[in-house]
Structure formats: C-alpha cells, structure tokens
C-alpha cells in the first residue's frame, strides 16, 4: 500500500514539473563585466574630460531573478579610483590633471551600494526604464545619487550626477582647484557625470499561450 502511495505522489511530481515557469517571464542575470565611466567637466571652456574605472568589483545581490529588484537592490560596487583611463585626444595631459585630482582629494576607493530601484510603467515595444537609488561612499562620507537607467536588447545603462565636493571634502576641492587655475587656466565644476553598463541575460523565458 505505501508502495503504491509513494507512486502516485512520484507520478503527480513529474507531471507537475513542467509546469514550473518563472514567474515574472524570465529568469534574469547579470553577465560579464560591469562597465563604470565618468565625464567631468572644465570652466570656462565647458570641456569635457571623460572616461572609464578600468579596476571596477561588482558583487550582485543574486546570481540569478525574477526582476530587477531581486538581482541589482543590495549589490554592490568598489571602483579603484587609481584605475581611471581618459578617453579624450589629450590624453597624456588630462590623465595627469585626474591623477592630481584623486590624489589630492585623497579618493583611492569609491565603493557604492544599489539601495533601491523604482521601475517606470512598461510600455510595449519600448526599453525598460526607471531608477537606480545609489549610496556613494566617498572619504567616509555617504550620498545617495538617483541614476536613470535604460534596459534594451539585453544591455542596462544607468546614468547620473554625482558632486564631488559633497564628500565631506568641499575646502580640499577648492585647494585642488586653486591648482587647476594656476596650471590649467581651468577650474573643473564639481558635478560629475557618473554611469555604469553591463548585460542582462535572459533564460526560461515563458510566454503564455
């Protein structure tokens, strides 16, 4: 008789297995490298001085999710300011202007942590959009930094400002920038561009008939 029971329960088992689907569609995760970049910018020129972290540790919340939510709220980042690649024309002359720059607000690393995600409504046909909330962490000092992202065709971009002088470090910016005068000619503006990029891959993706 339990032989039999025990049967039965095995048989319902297997013909309920494939109806396990995910249950927001996909199974989501993130894939590959997290890219970080920066665009600061000089006056009175307005030029700007851009590039990307190249030594950038991601750590996710979940290897895997439903959302967004489940795999981006609770990860973090810790980016290696010693790591920052100019990409401008100039590039020996503005590597050694952000050299000075991290070396004398006395930046080495800047962590940061996805504290919150707000998710616009989804329009069919359309990226997903919405809002990344980020605690900065700068000289010991934390910020939160709303970033907008975009998510199309399996890439998320995440986008927002970030002032620098706010970290608890407003008299050494000024001193930096003293600097940049007397070298330069230039001040750099204290509101930096900040942004990050990685792919979102997609599996078990269930459409319903």
Known sequence: MLKLIFSLMLAVAVANSGDVKPKNGCILSQEGKVFVKFEAHKTPSNKAVGGQFEDVKFTPAAPSGNNFREIFVG??????????????????????????????????NIKAKIVDIKSDAIVKGKPKTGKFFVDMSINGAVKNVPMDFKFDAGELTANGVLDVSAFDSSLIFELVNQEFVRQHKERVLKSVAIGFSTKIKSDLCYVAK
């Open 75 to 108: 990860s973090s980042f810790v980016i290696n300011s010693k790591s920052a690649v100019i990409k401008t024309k100039e590039k020996e002359k503005e590597s050694e202007l952000m050299k000075f720059f991290f070396d004398n607000m006395n930046i080495d």
